[in-house]
């Protein structure tokens, strides 16, 4: 069994793909990678930069690797004070992994996301084959990978396959700096009981998904029968379509007190405004069985109880104070 690779694999998707994976596959089978020095001297972890091509093809033809989960990037909004940087991450990153995979024979998975949509695509059901003039340089590297790939399937037969992810909420790890982190950001702030202020305006509407359904999608799409794919490269996935507004009053079920204030950030709002608000999902539906667990209701209260396990017992202090002192005086 040839081995697999996880690059960027310290980030947000990482931290949980790649438990999932040695979980699914076997624990000695998965190599996770990152820029990092800082990690366990054994064979489960290997420093990779994906923009140093010789890394790449050195270290897949070293560790025998068959499947590579390509995450190594910079987010929108890293990428848009840093666009030289992205584009050398994301571009030759990408390019460097499908030659490595054109050479050596493996399978590849990309991330696309939302982002791959511009101001001038269908913002509500949006499809999947439509409108594809996105304003940032995360978003021209989406689409560009998401060409790349198709390209390197069509010329050279790699299997490259890949999603374009919603807004991922998740606990484990933080977000990389994304323009919807203010999600998970939520979710943290109230579970230590905190104000928040977001930095997008409460009636911004967004695909989001929880970690636990995009880990399932991107496994499930990754062992689809192939004959079954229509598109192989690019599906649109999504879990929900919510706003700040939305979320905050989610929380509020299960922490009355939990005040969010509006801040809005310039920059991470424009990117938000050339996205989509809701994808149609349909195609990775009927095609290879797409079907997200979590909407949510169901997400918050699973987000607020793992929080919950690292900062103590989830309670509200302003309703135990209403409690106590209903206690004391009633
Ligand atoms: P992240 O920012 O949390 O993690 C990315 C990781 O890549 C980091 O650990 C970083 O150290 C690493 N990295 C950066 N430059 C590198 C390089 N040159 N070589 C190797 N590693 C490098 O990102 P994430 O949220 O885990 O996203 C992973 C992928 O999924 C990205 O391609 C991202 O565009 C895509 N995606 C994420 C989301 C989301 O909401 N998280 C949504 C849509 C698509
Ligand atoms: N969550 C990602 C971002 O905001 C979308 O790709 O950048």
Redesign the pocket.
Known sequence: MRGILV?????????E?TPALRERYGATRVVA????EAQPADDSYER?????AEAVADLIERREIGVIY???????A?AEERPQAAW???M??LYNVLEAARHFGCQVF??????AFGPSTPRRGTPQATIQRPTTI?GV??VA?ELLCDYYAIRFGVDARG????????WA??????T??YAVEMFHAAARRKPYSCFLAAETRLD??YMPD?VRAIIELMEADPQRLRYQNAYNVTGMSVTPHEIAAQIRQHVPSFAVDYRIDPLRQAIADSWPQSLDSSAAREDWGFSPRFDLVAMTRDMLARLGETTGPFEDPISNEVENANARFG
């Open positions: 690059t960027g694999a310290l980030g947000q998707i990482g931290a793909l990678s990152d820029l990092s990779l930069d994906c923009a140093q390509h995450l190594a990037a910079l987010l929108s890293v050398s991450v994301n030759n990153g990309f991330p696309s996301s939302i982002a995360y590297t989406k990978g999603l374009r992810l919603p807004g991922l909420v998740s790890a933080p977000p990389g700096g994304g919807t982190d989001m998904m995009a």
